[in-house]
T-cell receptor
Framework: KNEVEQSPQNLTAQEGEFITINCSYS?????LHWLQQHPGGGIVSLFM?????KKHGRLIATINIQEKHSSLHITASHPRDSAVYIC???????????WGAGTKLIIKP | DAGVIQSPRHEVTEMGQEVTLRCKLI?????LFWYRQTMMRGLELLIY????????DSGMPEDRFSAKMPNASFSTLKIQPSEPRDSAVYFC???????????FGPGTRLTVT
C-alpha cells in the first residue's frame, strides 16, 4: 500500500463545476503540500499546510490530521485549471517528501 | 527574482556520454533538492543539500550520479556515463529551509539514446 494515496486518478469535469481531489496518507507528518504540474511540465507549489484550511483565489486546501486526510477544492473551475495535481507529505521523522501519484484534471469548456 | 533557473532545458545525448545539469537557487534560499520524474516512477528525490552540505543522497540511483554545490546559489548534477534508462525530466527545487515550501525550476528533459 502506498503511503500517500490520491483520488481520483483522473477527473474530467465541465467548466464551472466544483472540483474535489483527495489525499490520504499513512505516516506521521509535519506538513502536507499540494502542487500543480501543467502539461508543459512546470511544477508550482500551491499550498503547504499542517492544520486547518488555506485559501488562495479559487483554490482551497483542507487537512484533517486525526484522519490523515487532505482535500484540494477548486471553485468555479476553468479550462486553465487543467493540470496534474500532486499531494506530497513531509514525514515527521525527516525532511523527505513522499509523493502521491497525482490526479490528472481536465476541465472542458 | 527570476525563480529557480535550470539549464539546459533539453539535453539529448548518446549512451556513455557525460551529462551535467545545472541549477541556480532563488537568492536567499539555503536548501536545494534534485528530483527525477519519469512516467513509471513519478517524482523521486535524488539528493538534497542544506547550506551547501549534502544531507541525504539515498535517492541517488548509483555511483554514476553525483551532485555538488560549489557555492550557496549553484548546484550541478552529473551523470557519467549516461544510460538510456536515465532519460527523464530532472527538476531542482529550492527552499528557505529543508522543511520549507519548495520552489521548482522548469526542469531539464534528458534523453539518452
Amino acid at each position: 500500500k502506498n503511503e500517500v494515496e490520491q483520488s481520483p486518478q483522473n477527473l474530467t469535469a465541465q467548466e464551472g463545476e466544483f472540483i474535489t481531489i483527495n489525499c490520504s496518507y499513512s505516516v506521521g507528518i509535519s506538513a502536507l503540500h499540494w502542487l500543480q504540474q501543467h502539461p508543459g511540465g512546470g511544477i508550482v507549489s500551491l499550498f503547504m499546510l499542517s492544520s486547518g484550511k488555506k485559501k488562495h483565489g479559487r483554490l482551497i486546501a483542507t487537512i484533517n490530521i486525526q484522519e490523515k486526510h487532505s482535500s484540494l477544492h477548486i471553485t468555479a473551475s476553468h479550462p486553465r485549471d487543467s493540470a496534474v495535481y500532486i499531494c506530497a507529505v513531509r514525514e515527521r521523522s525527516n525532511y523527505q517528501l513522499i509523493w502521491g501519484a497525482g490526479t490528472k484534471l481536465i476541465i472542458k469548456p | 527574482d527570476a525563480g529557480v533557473i535550470q539549464s539546459p532545458r533539453h539535453e539529448v545525448t548518446e549512451m556513455g556520454q557525460e551529462v551535467t545539469l545545472r541549477c541556480k537557487l532563488i537568492s536567499g534560499h539555503n536548501s536545494l533538492f534534485w528530483y527525477r520524474q519519469t512516467m513509471m516512477r513519478g517524482l523521486e528525490l535524488l539528493i538534497y543539500f542544506n547550506n551547501n552540505v549534502p544531507i541525504d543522497d539515498s535517492g541517488m540511483p548509483e555511483d554514476r550520479f553525483s551532485a555538488k554545490m560549489p557555492n550557496a546559489s549553484f548546484s550541478t548534477l552529473k551523470i557519467q556515463p549516461s544510460e538510456p534508462r536515465d532519460s527523464a525530466v530532472y527538476f531542482c527545487a529550492s527552499s528557505l529551509s529543508p522543511a520549507g515550501e519548495q520552489y521548482f525550476g522548469p526542469g531539464t528533459r534528458l534523453t539518452v539514446t
